[in-house]
Nanobody, 116 residues
Framework: QVQLVESGGGLVQPGGSLKLSCEASGFTFSTYSMYWYRQAPGKERDFVAAITGSGGNTNYSDSVKGRFTISRDNAKSTVCLQMNSLKPEDTAVYYC?????????RGQGTQVTVSS
């Protein structure tokens, strides 16, 4: 079955950096686009970044463009999100998501807190 396991969250000061990772299993990883979304308390889930199966194309929300970088290693079935210049408004639970056969799968999420 499809499994996604996120890691790398934590508490960081404004301006700091974190790198999130998502290990995937249960599907042919290299053939699927992968997504990062986030959800802050009391708010709807927001798109953060996406990467195609080959890794050749990426897309970012305007709020993170230029600060975050999504990447993937198909040999390790892993997708990462490098987050730089973090702001308090980046505080949220970050989820790795994939749609396989029109069904959404996501991991348990990893908490990112940006605070001084």
């Amino acid at each position: 079955q499809v499994q996604l396991v996120e890691s790398g969250g934590g508490l960081v000061q404004p301006g700091g950096s974190l790198k999130l990772s998502c290990e995937a299993s249960g599907f042919t990883f290299s053939t699927y686009s992968m997504y990062w979304y986030r959800q802050a308390p009391g708010k709807e889930r927001d798109f953060v970044a996406a990467i195609t199966g080959s890794g050749g194309n990426t897309n970012y929300s305007d709020s993170v463009k230029g600060r975050f970088t999504i990447s993937r290693d198909n040999a390790k079935s892993t997708v990462c999100l490098q987050m730089n210049s973090l702001k308090p408004e980046d505080t949220a639970v970050y989820y790795c998501i994939v749609w396989v056969e029109y069904r959404e799968y996501r991991g348990q999420g990893t908490q990112v807190t940006v605070s001084s």
